[in-house]
C-alpha cells in the first residue's frame, strides 16, 4: 500500500546497504522510544516533510500514514500544519500527498 521510495533514497539504500541499513535501525529505534503513536508519528513527519519542501517523501510516508490509520482528510491537513509558520511551500506538498493519496486509495 506504500508507494515506492524516492530515487534519491532507492539510490542511498543500493549504493550504501549498510549505511542505509544503520539508518532505518536507527529510524527503527527512534520509533519505538518516542511517546507518539504510530499514525501521529506519521502525519507529523508529513508536516515537517511538507515544511521543508522535502515532497519526493511525501508519497511514501502517505502510504505509511494510511497504513498507521490516518485518514485522508488528516493527511491533507497535516501538510498544511506549517502554513502559518513556513508560508505557501507547503502548498507543494499538499499537491503530491492529494496526488499520493489518489494512488493509494485506488489499489
Not at 508529513?46 to 517523501?57: E, I, Q, R
Request: avoid cysteine; glycine fraction near 8%.
Amino acid at each position: 500500500m506504500t508507494s515506492p521510495m524516492s530515487t534519491g533514497f532507492d539510490q542511498f539504500v543500493h549504493d550504501l546497504p549498510r549505511t542505509a541499513q544503520a539508518h532505518m535501525a536507527f529510524v527503527k529505534e527512534k520509533a519505538d522510544e518516542s511517546a507518539l503513536d504510530g499514525k501521529t508519528n506519521h502525519l507529523a513527519y508529513l508536516a515537517v516533510l511538507a515544511a521543508t519542501g522535502l515532497t519526493s517523501g511525501i508519497p511514501f510516508h502517505v502510504g505509511l500514514a494510511r497504513q498507521a490509520g490516518a485518514s485522508r482528510e488528516e493527511v491533507l491537513s497535516a501538510t498544511l500544519v506549517g502554513l502559518q509558520a513556513v508560508g505557501l511551500i507547503v502548498i507543494d506538498a499538499y499537491a503530491v500527498a492529494r496526488t499520493a493519496l489518489d494512488q493509494v486509495d485506488n489499489e
